[in-house]
T-cell receptor
């Protein structure tokens, strides 16, 4: 069974630009969550999608958005990039809503660098 | 809101036993999970506790006390490959989202 895939793996952008990251969950998984990971801040929850609906949202500005398609693939978009957006963006999928007995499977992440 | 506290770093030697603690504050509680992340790698699921007590999976065990809002991950017979960051995570019934602690970096030395 293929794992969670994320594209691209590395990305370099400049301030003010926008970026779209993609995540393909494990086949059959309906929940996709996105996290931002930075040194010292740990894993910060961005949002969670289930059956094409955003179920939960973290404390991030409106520049961060996402969506989920009917095949459960998900994209997240960051507009008007800031230097502080440089981070590892992780996507995780699970059969049901994340947490509890629903194990999350993480992708390798997209390393975004904003110059 | 929700908050989780973990020690930032723990060191131990090969063959030893180490305990990583996690205390949490939530307005509701659904369960406590643990994840392992090696440098440059993705987090991987280790264990989940919904009820009080100890769950054992090989060399790793996880404990939960709901009354104390406290849990721990116990690693036995430490190996060099156990050097990694360990995160606890909770899903609160009211908030519905999975929240991770800031992680504990475990360094295992020969």
């Amino acid at each position: 069974k293929a794992g969670v895939t994320q594209t691209p793996r590395y990305l370099i952008k400049t301030r003010g630009q926008q970026v779209t990251l993609s995540c393909s969950p494990i086949s059959g998984h309906r929940s996709v969550s996105w996290y931002q990971q930075t040194p010292g801040q740990g894993l910060q929850f961005l949002f969670e999608y289930f059956s094409e609906t955003q179920r939960n949202k973290g404390n991030f500005p409106g520049r961060f958005s996402g969506r989920q398609f009917s095949n459960s693939r998900s994209e997240m978009n960051v507009s008007t990039l800031e230097l502080g957006d440089s981070a590892l963006y992780l996507c995780a999928s699970s059969l049901g809503l994340a947490g509890g007995s629903n194990e999350q499977f993480f992708g390798p992440g997209t390393r975004l660098t904003v110059l | 809101g929700q908050s989780l506290e973990q020690p930032s770093e723990v060191t131990a030697v090969e063959g030893a036993i180490v305990q990583i603690n996690c205390t949490y504050q939530t307005s509701g509680f659904y369960g406590l999970s643990w994840y392992q992340q090696h440098d440059g790698g993705a987090p991987t699921f280790l264990s989940y506790n919904a009820l009080d007590g100890l769950e054992e999976t090989g060399r790793f065990s996880s404990f939960l006390s709901r009354s104390d809002s406290y849990g721990y991950l116990l690693l036995q017979e430490l190996q060099m490959k156990d050097s990694a960051s360990y995160f606890c995570a909770v899903r609160a019934t009211g908030f519905q989202k999975l929240v991770f602690g800031t992680g504990t970096r475990l360094l295992v030395s020969p």
